[in-house]
């Protein structure tokens, strides 16, 4: 049996380790509902620029601008852009969008689509790179992207 010492050490330890737990879960909240409301706010904007890019198309310009014009037979080029986490501490989120891109991924091949992936994140460039076995066969991860650093660095000058 361990010593009162040792035990009051021991639940002062557990007590600590549950307040910075519970601080981190306030933080990342907090972080979570300053996104949604970005992203809710950014809505309206992503309405107006969709209707923007489909009033641009006409057959009649597509005729002038090689661009506009679809793309003919039957291979396409899909691009698929995946934006994981830089840390964890998100539950199984990463998992989850890598696990989607990954049967998106299949979905598009067998459609008989080139898909061109495009990883932003840490988590999933780590899993891209370090899951060998399961490379793709229809070509490989065009870019991956680790995304802006969260801690500011002392030497960068603006």
Not at 16 to 21: F, L, V
Not at 100 to 120: K, M, T, Y
Not at 121 to 148: D, E, V
Request: aromatic share 4%.
């Amino acid at each position: 049996m361990a010593k009162p010492r040792e035990l009051r050490r021991r639940i002062k330890s557990v007590q600590s380790t549950r307040k910075i737990t519970k601080t981190m879960e306030l933080v990342a909240t907090s972080k979570l509902k300053r996104a949604q409301d970005r992203v809710i706010a950014a809505r309206p904007y992503a309405a107006a620029l969709a209707e923007v890019m489909g009033d641009l198309y006409a057959p009649e310009l597509a005729e002038r601008f090689p661009l506009l014009r679809q793309p003919v037979g039957s291979s396409r080029r899909v691009a698929l852009v995946v934006i994981t986490a830089n840390r964890g501490l998100c539950g199984a989120f990463n998992a989850n969008l890598i696990r989607e891109a990954r049967r998106r991924i299949e979905q598009l091949e067998g459609e008989g689509a080139r898909v061109d992936l495009h990883l932003i994140g840490k988590k999933g460039s780590r899993t891209s790179s370090s899951r060998s076995g399961q490379r793709r066969r229809n070509g490989p991860t065009l870019a991956t992207n680790r995304g802006p650093s969260t801690r500011p660095r002392s030497w960068i000058r603006s």
